[in-house]
T-cell receptor
Framework: TQLLEQSPQFLSIQEGENLTVYCNSS?????LQWYRQEPGEGPVLLVT?????EVKKLKRLTFQFGDARKDSSLHITAAQPGDTGLYLC??????????FGTGTSLTVIP | NAGVTQTPKFQVLKTGQSMTLQCAQD?????MSWYRQDPGMGLRLIHY???????DQGEVPNGYNVSRSTTEDFPLRLLSAAPSQTSVYFC?????????????FGPGTRLTVL
């Protein structure tokens, strides 16, 4: 059962462009995390959001948790080649398990 | 600190063979977990442990066994490999379970079952 759907699945943009990645679910999560994964490596945590409507910024990355805690978005301003990677969202069901999204593969072309 | 280590990095098995994927962490983390990653599917939780001697099933546990005899080690066993188990396997650990604790992932084991 895939609880979290991410869109788009693939994204290829030019350096300097802005982009938004979406993470949607019909389930409510107590928190949501965003990870970035590079080829041949494990995911690395970028941010955790826990309050409905919460917005967190990490340099050029802005993360938002939906008011109903069912969805989240990641916005990147002025993308750079170093932003290239697989972006994964993961929701916590207030237990001991995280449910990962389907992933968005981002390529930033110099 | 080495963080989370996984061995082997690559493995090819024939259908029906058994093997153990090793995972170790040196951060004294209580929570450890195993995920598999397939194209277009993200990561799916196989098994997890909240401490030594305690394990539980995740989203896709069938065909896999785990044990947690020490805090440091959390091996994943495939009893009779099947082609459907071809995947990349990641081990992760965090101080305790829950959203306020960052999960640290190992580099992964790429498994092919023929």
């Amino acid at each position: 059962t895939q609880l979290l759907e991410q869109s788009p699945q693939f994204l290829s943009i030019q350096e300097g462009e802005n982009l938004t990645v979406y993470c949607n679910s019909s389930s409510v999560f107590s928190s949501l995390q965003w990870y970035r994964q590079e080829p041949g490596e494990g995911p690395v945590l970028l941010v955790t959001v826990v309050t409905g409507g919460e917005v967190k910024k990490l340099k050029r990355l802005t993360f938002q948790f939906g008011d109903a805690r069912k969805d989240s978005s990641l916005h990147i301003t002025a993308a750079q080649p170093g932003d290239t990677g697989l972006y994964l969202c993961a929701g916590d069901n207030n237990g001991n398990q995280f449910y990962f999204g389907t992933g968005t593969s981002l390529t930033v072309i110099p | 600190n080495a963080g989370v280590t996984q061995t082997p990095k690559f493995q090819v098995l024939k259908t029906g063979q058994s093997m153990t994927l090793q995972c170790a962490q040196d951060m004294n983390h209580e929570y450890m977990s195993w995920y598999r990653q397939d194209p277009g599917m993200g990561l799916r939780l196989i098994h997890y442990s909240v401490g030594a001697g305690i394990t539980d099933q995740g989203e896709v546990p069938n065909g896999y066994n785990v044990s947690r005899s020490t805090t440091e080690d959390f091996p994943l066993r495939l009893l009779s490999a099947a082609p459907s188990q071809t995947s990349v396997y990641f081990c992760a650990s965090s101080y305790v379970a829950g959203p306020y604790n960052e999960q640290f992932f190992g580099p992964g084991t790429r498994l092919t079952v023929l």
